[in-house]
């Protein structure tokens, strides 16, 4: 490896596998690890599932113990499978073609970690009392994990926060919560010529999925829109001539701030009643940082200098690592800003463009000669 730019980087990064559910972060993370040393950083590998030693997420502070707050640079390297459907381009060959970048994670988004990690290289040597620090989380794709795993100790010294999630090269302001419940019930299989001796869990379901769909998601925000709730599968039964005995129904809740997960989980409980038992099986709130923030508004002032475009306010849908980044920081500004549209996440024959990747290692460079005043 001897192009250590964003785009070289991100080159290197696509080449490498780590599709969610794999084993290979480590080893990426691991090579990123040495990089990182010789540059003067504190690595720690955090290997965030017990049963797989393969999957992991890296945390590097330059100075640890310095006092003064740090910028944080924030991302994740895993990705989605590559899909049923066939490929025009190698999804790991890190081709360019007409000045797009192809394969699996060009957007979504190796190439905003490669920006982010060729900024800390370069600009290290010129930090001397400060910490800076670099995140890149596995297990994003499966809902955060690497990043809600992470040492609370990793956390330390930082007062802002950029996450480099493909936002067409602009920066954002924040995004949704998700809250995902699994509602099952129970019974006593049977034949189905028999049915008086079974007990049906579909049929209790079905009613409590009924009322379910009047329930609303309360909560509008001016920039996010309003709350959604979505029944999303129901899955009951082996066999069509039995009674079943299991069903189970999931649900998909897009919170705003201001929406109380807790309090939702308790009224969908009253609505389907003590034959319904209920798991959480994703909890991230909602991401906003106020865009009066001082932080935020140097943030759209460089953005603006360096784009020739006005900086607008703006959100996504989708939820990202920021959500345990804003979990254990609740006060920590957090901007999403990195290369890639949005709409090409998780498609077949992924890419980026080039010319947003090199534009965002610019801007990060600046956002950290900005912060350390250098």
């Known amino acids: 490896m001897n192009d250590f730019s964003g785009t070289g980087l991100a080159r290197w990064m696509v080449g490498c596998d780590t599709i969610t559910g794999g084993s290979n972060e480590y080893a990426l993370l691991e090579q990123i690890a040495a990089w990182l040393k010789q540059a003067g950083f504190t690595v720690v590998l955090d290997r965030y599932d017990d049963t797989d030693p393969g999957k992991c997420s ?31 381009h190698d999804p790991f060959s890190g081709e360019i073609i007409d000045g797009c970048l192809y394969g699996r994670g060009s957007c979504d988004m190796k190439s905003g970690a490669a920006v982010m990690l060729a900024a800390a290289l370069a600009m290290a040597p010129r930090i001397h009392d400060r910490d800076l620090v670099l995140h890149l989380y596995g297990g994003e794709e499966r809902g955060c994990k690497g990043s809600f795993h992470m040492p609370e100790q990793e956390f330390r010294n930082i007062a802002a926060v950029v996450v480099g999630e493909p936002t067409g090269a602009r920066p954002l302001a924040g995004h949704k919560g998700a809250l995902w419940l699994s509602l099952s019930s129970s019974g006593r299989t049977s034949h189905a010529s028999m049915p008086e001796k079974g007990d049906s869990a579909l049929a209790k379901m079905l009613p409590a999925a009924n009322r379910l769909l009047d329930f609303v998601a309360e909560g509008r925000h001016p920039f996010m829109g309003r709350g959604t709730s979505v029944l999303s599968t129901l899955h009951s039964g082996l066999n069509s001539n039995s009674v079943p005995d299991s069903a189970v129904l999931t649900m998909d809740i897009r919170s705003v701030p201001g929406m109380d997960h807790e309090k939702m989980r308790k009224e969908i409980q009253d609505i389907c009643g003590k034959d319904i038992a209920m798991e959480t099986t994703l909890d991230i709130p909602p991401v906003w940082t106020d ?34 980044l804003r979990t254990r920081l609740p006060q920590v500004p957090v901007v999403i800003f990195g290369p890639g549209e949005s709409s090409m996440a998780h498609q077949v024959d992924e890419a980026c463009p080039v010319s947003q990747i090199a534009f965002m290692e610019t801007i990060c460079r600046e956002l950290i000669r900005d912060w350390y005043e250098l």
């Open 58 to 88: 890296l945390s590097a502070h330059l100075h640890p113990d310095c006092e003064g707050g740090a910028l944080c640079l924030a991302g994740h390297v895993d990705t989605v499978p590559l899909g049923t459907k066939p490929w025009k």
């Open 291 to 324: 865009p009066e923030h001082p932080w935020m508004k140097r943030v759209y002032a460089l953005y603006e200098k360096l784009s020739g475009k006005p900086a607008e306010v703006a959100t996504v849908q989708f939820f990202t690592d920021a959500a345990a």
